[in-house]
Nanobody, 121 residues
Framework: QAQLVESGGGLVQPGGSLRLSCTASGSIFISIYSMGWYRQAPGVQRELVAR???????NYADSVKGRFTISRDNAKNTVYLQMNSLRPEDTAVYYC??????????????WGQGTQVTVSS
């Protein structure tokens, strides 16, 4: 089975930084098409924050450009989200996402358990 385990969330003051990590466990992935981060705040639909494809292209939400950076370590099957200059509006539950060809499907969407990020003074 595939499992995405997230870590790195917490409480920070405005202007602070956090680094989120997401590690994919299991051996079912044949080909990973993309890895990314989504977030969901109360009363708001889940939105894409950052995405990294197998071809190394990136996409960022306009609200985080210049402040957040997505990266990966292929050897560790881990994707990171470095978040700098955090603002109160960044407060949300952040979810790791992997889209991949696995042993059981050619287009599977997998999600981490979510990690809370709170930006407040």
């Amino acid at each position: 089975q595939a499992q995405l385990v997230e870590s790195g969330g917490g409480l920070v003051q405005p202007g602070g930084s956090l680094r989120l990590s997401c590690t994919a466990s299991g051996s079912i992935f044949i080909s990973i098409y993309s890895m990314g981060w989504y977030r969901q705040a109360p009363g708001v639909q889940r939105e894409l924050v950052a995405r990294l494809t197998s071809g190394d292209s990136t996409n960022y939400a306009d609200s985080v450009k210049g402040r957040f950076t997505i990266s990966r370590d292929n050897a560790k099957n881990t994707v990171y989200l470095q978040m700098n200059s955090l603002r109160p509006e960044d407060t949300a539950v952040y979810y790791c996402n992997v889209v991949a060809h696995t042993l059981t499907t050619n287009n599977g969407w997998y999600w981490g358990q979510g990690t809370q990020v709170t930006v407040s003074s």
